[in-house]
Every structure is written in structure tokens, then in C-alpha cells.
């Protein structure tokens, strides 16, 4: 504007209107809001008492081969509308009673993205829930055998330090040793309160079993590996790395023992690194492990870690099937009762 214009009172109070005008008719907002500026209701979060974690399924959720997530689904979410999550590989179901659940994806990056795309959305309330970390796993014939269903005490990281080939090493010594600055994101010991109320509402479980399992069992000379399944607990370990072979096993139980960890019994591949997404939003206290075997972590005696990894036909372990059923019956167990006495465990673990 030239500045002889603004000598003019006139002029200015014209220039006034004209440039308010322009303000309301760009977007500006005035002092009373249209009714199409006037915020939507915002949906009330829901409140998650039990978070259900699986890894992978194989098909559908329902109604084909079951993978981890298709005995929970048929449980609590066969009504559920899918809740689509940016950034989490699959959709999250939740119930009326407050259980929810997806499948995050397998190995750590995968799971633990998943997981924190999860919590980060502003759709659910984890200010309370439990969670439960589940899906199928290895385990060494010296601890466990296939059916098993075990209770993490403790959640370890298998990759976090240094390792170098055995021929670079003294004949039979450890070939890893933990780097310093890991401490705080390489060993989780779980709520030993929670796994005792876990072992107490789940151990009597029946658990299935099949012919095909036990027949394999008996070509390991181990004590637990040719008994039948059964509800336990112990150290889960977490690698990405599917590490096979009694070298492997070994290695995996000194690392327990390094880290002051009870057995080894679990090989597995996500639970330590969502369990740190957990840990930084709202603590471990309700953080479950539940996993069940399908495989031995090695070879039996008389055949070498390449062929128990890639078996001829029919030299497979069998049980899968019964497996992925045992783990959602055991959890339901510690599921249904957290729920169903919420008032009781929703400030915390409750005493025994």
C-alpha cells in the first residue's frame, strides 16, 4: 500500500474492511466456527487387559492348517472387526473383555516393529495390560521334548556380543563373549511372581500329543526328550540366528550361565526384543513368555546338524499341530483368569 494512502482516515477504515475480509474469506478462522470446523468426537481408547503376541500364521486365521495365531483367533476374535495398525504386519483384534491380538511377524526387527507401531497408536490403552509373548520353538533333548509347553523366567539375547569361528579358538573353549554397554537389552528376568501364578493356573494342563512325535522321541537317549509333554519353565533364548547342532546348544547354555540365568530350555527368535519395546513404554512386571517345541535343537547321535536340519521324507519330528493347540490351551488358562478377576489384577500381580 502507498503510503499516501494511509493519511486518509477513510481510505484506512476501507483498507480495514477490505483486508478482514479477505482474511475470513482465505480460511482464516473467525471468531465463531462454522459447524463443519467443529471437531469430531474422538473414539475412547480401548483398554487392553490381556495383549496376545504371535509370530506367524500359515494361511487364514481360521479354518485351515493352524499356524501360532489360529487357536487364539478362534478363541477370543472370531467376531472381532480387524483394527488395521500403520507400521504393525498384521491387523490387532480385541474381544469385549479387553483381550486383544496379532500376529507381529517373526525374528526381533520384524516382531519388535510390529510391536511398537502397536503400542504407539492411539486406538489402544496399555496403561494396564498383560502381555503374551507365544509361538512354537526348539528345544535341546537334554531339557525338553517336542509338545512341551515352558514359561520364560528369563528372556536372553543370543546375539548381542562377539563370537569367532571354533578352528580361530582353544580346542572346546566358548567362542562368544558379551560386549560391554549391552546390559541393560541383552537379559530380561520375567516377574517370578507372574510365572508362579502362570505354573499354578496352567501346569496341570492336559497336553496333546501324537504318534509320529513319540516314535521320534526314541532317537535321543535324553531322559526328558522321550518323555511326554509336559508344562514347564526355564530361560528362553532369543537369536536371530536359527543356531542348530549340540556346539550351538552348548554355547546357548553357557550364556545362560554367564548371565546368571536359569537353563536353557527354549530356542527361539522375538520375545528379548519385544520385551524391550515393552520394557521402554510400560515396564516387564506383566511380560509372559509362553512357547511351545516343535523340534530338538539338534541332531540325535547317530546323524549329523546338516541332516536333522534338512531331513529326508518322513524323518520329520511330527506333533506341530498338537503343539501350536498345547500353547493356546495353556495360555487361555492364565488368560481367562486374569480377566475374569480384573479387579483383582489390574493394579498389578496379586499375591499368592
Request: proline share 8%.
Amino acid at each position: 500500500m502507498s503510503p499516501w494512502l494511509l493519511r486518509s482516515p477513510l481510505l484506512v477504515l476501507a483498507a480495514s474492511a477490505v483486508l478482514a475480509g479477505c482474511a475470513t474469506s482465505s480460511g482464516t478462522p473467525s471468531s465463531t466456527p462454522s459447524p463443519s470446523a467443529t471437531a469430531a468426537p474422538v473414539a475412547k481408547p480401548i483398554a487392553v487387559k490381556v495383549f496376545v503376541a504371535s509370530m506367524f500364521e500359515i494361511g487364514k486365521n481360521t479354518g485351515d492348517r493352524a499356524g501360532e495365531f489360529q487357536h487364539w483367533y478362534e478363541r477370543y476374535w472370531k467376531d472381532a472387526t480387524p483394527i488395521t495398525v500403520p507400521g504393525a504386519l498384521q491387523p490387532v483384534y480385541c474381544n469385549t473383555d479387553g483381550v486383544c491380538g496379532a500376529v507381529l511377524g517373526m525374528g526381533k526387527v520384524n516382531s519388535s516393529a510390529s510391536m511398537q507401531a502397536i503400542l504407539l497408536n492411539p486406538a489402544f490403552d496399555f496403561s494396564k495390560a498383560y502381555y503374551l509373548i507365544t509361538g512354537v520353538a526348539g528345544t535341546p533333548p537334554s531339557q525338553g521334548t517336542i509338545g512341551d509347553v515352558s514359561w520364560g523366567t528369563w528372556l536372553l539375547d543370543y546375539d548381542l556380543g562377539h563370537r569367532w569361528a571354533p578352528e580361530e579358538n582353544t580346542p572346546g573353549a566358548p567362542t562368544f563373549m558379551p560386549r560391554k554397554g549391552y546390559e541393560e537389552y541383552r537379559r530380561f528376568q520375567l516377574n517370578p511372581a507372574l510365572v508362579a501364578w502362570s505354573m499354578q493356573l496352567s501346569a496341570a494342563t492336559p497336553l496333546k500329543d501324537s504318534d509320529s512325535a513319540r516314535a521320534y522321541r526314541l532317537r535321543y537317549p535324553d531322559t526328558a526328550a522321550r518323555r511326554a509333554p509336559a508344562v514347564g519353565k526355564g530361560t528362553h533364548m532369543t537369536g536371530d540366528t536359527f543356531f542348530h547342532g549340540p556346539g550351538m546348544s552348548k554355547q546357548a547354555q553357557y550364556i545362560a550361565k554367564l548371565y546368571g540365568a536359569d537353563d536353557y530350555v527354549i530356542t527361539e527368535m522375538e520375545a528379548a526384543a519385544i520385551t524391550l519395546v515393552i520394557k521402554r513404554s510400560h515396564g516387564t512386571d506383566r511380560v509372559m513368555s509362553l512357547r511351545g517345541a516343535v523340534n530338538f535343537d539338534q541332531g540325535n547321535p547317530r546323524e549329523t546338524t546338516l541332516q536333522h536340519l534338512d531331513p529326508a521324507p518322513g524323518e520329520t519330528a511330527g506333533g506341530f499341530a498338537e503343539t501350536v493347540e498345547n500353547v493356546e490351551r495353556v495360555g487361555e488358562r492364565v488368560v481367562d483368569h486374569i480377566v475374569a478377576q480384573w479387579p483383582q489384577w489390574q493394579a498389578g500381580v496379586p499375591a499368592r
